[in-house]
């Protein structure tokens, strides 16, 4: 059983989310995740470590804590990330009202 490979991307991600602090996770911290969770490279990691940070601030799946001072150099899980969540969870909602709404006239229509 082969397991499917995740991208720098999404051990950065999976490693912000489990150091859980809200000023985010430093780049040094999810390095040290990555290597111990998935046995990588320390050296050959760094690089791709910090190309996917990059490229996730880039593309919105991650962001800068803060731009300058302390905590500048942490990371957030970026805004994308949290609607996708919000709407995932909103569409099984909208279905089960809308089931309600439909009874609800069936029973006016009814008396």
Known sequence: ???KKLTYLQM???AIKAEGGRT?????????????KY???PDKAKTYVNAALKKGVESGHLKMAKESGKGAGCYKIGETEAEKKKEKKAKPAEKAAKPKAKEGA???TKK
């Open 24 to 36: 985010g996770a430093s780049r040094q911290a999810i390095l040290k995740y990555i290597v111990s």
């Open 1 to 3: 059983t082969e397991e």
């Open 12 to 14: 950065a991600q999976e």
């Open 106 to 108: 069936k029973k006016t």
């Open 39 to 41: 046995a990588a490279d």
